[in-house]
């Protein structure tokens, strides 16, 4: 079992639905990240929480918001979503940041919007 | 810009080494991480580097030229489960995580 948990697995969503992702970790760190992960193209960092903080945004539209209720548990609340916004979404957690020396990836959410 | 390059896909037979590359061109350099990433998968950490030279860590090994803006990753007795993407990816001065595409390898028998 993974220290890093992501739920669901796979979602098929339309564009003006609503629904979550959720990521747990028990690992005991204090930060946590989403990434979304294109066929072909690189990480991108979505949002980093540090201590229940929210300390990185980086340009992410306001159809995606994150909620970081404790250190262990960080969800992503998707509406009105755009079918270019089908991918891999990954969360990953470190016991420090930004110095990590390594971070903790849960095995993503496959997203498809329809 | 920053950017990160690495081979898009490589081919290697099972039992052999395999060198994946790794170029860089970054606002400062704040060490470098190689991850490994099986189909479907969570990313998994393989090494970091901050200081020049090579780490070894069983069959796999990481290089670093700072000077070069160049790291390798070195996998030795390939074997059919180190079928996978190699994920790079460098820490700028800003701290901020800078990935490359990954390369997929793919292990014949």
């Known amino acids: 079992e993974t220290g890093v948990t992501q739920t669901p697995r796979h979602l098929v969503m339309g564009m003006t639905n609503k629904k979550s992702l959720k990521c747990e970790q028990h690992l005991g760190h204090n930060a946590m990240y989403w990434y979304k992960q294109s066929a072909k193209k690189p990480l991108e960092l979505m949002f980093v929480y540090n201590f229940k903080e929210q300390t990185e945004n980086n340009s992410v539209p306001s159809r995606f918001s994150p909620e970081c209720p404790n250190s262990s548990h960080l969800f992503l609340h998707l509406h009105t979503l755009q079918p270019e916004d089908s991918a891999l979404y990954l969360c990953a957690s470190s016991s420090t940041w930004p110095e990590n020396t390594e971070a903790f990836f849960g095995q993503g959410t496959r997203l498809t919007v329809v | 810009g920053q950017n990160i390059d690495q081979p898009t896909e490589m081919t290697a037979t099972e039992g052999a080494i395999v060198q994946i590359n790794c170029t860089y061109q970054t606002s400062g350099f704040n060490g470098l991480f190689w991850y490994q990433q099986h189909a479907g998968e969570a990313p998994t950490f393989l090494s970091y580097?901050?200081l020049d030279g090579l780490e070894e860590k069983g069959r796999f090994s990481s290089f670093l030229s700072r000077s070069k803006g160049y790291s390798y990753l070195l996998l030795k007795e390939l074997q059919m489960k180190d079928s996978a993407s190699y994920l790079c990816?460098?820490?700028?001065?800003?701290?901020?995580?800078?990935w490359g595409a990954g390369t997929k390898l793919i292990i014949k028998p």
């Open positions: 580097n901050v």
């Open positions: 990816a460098v820490r700028d001065s800003n701290y901020q995580l800078i």
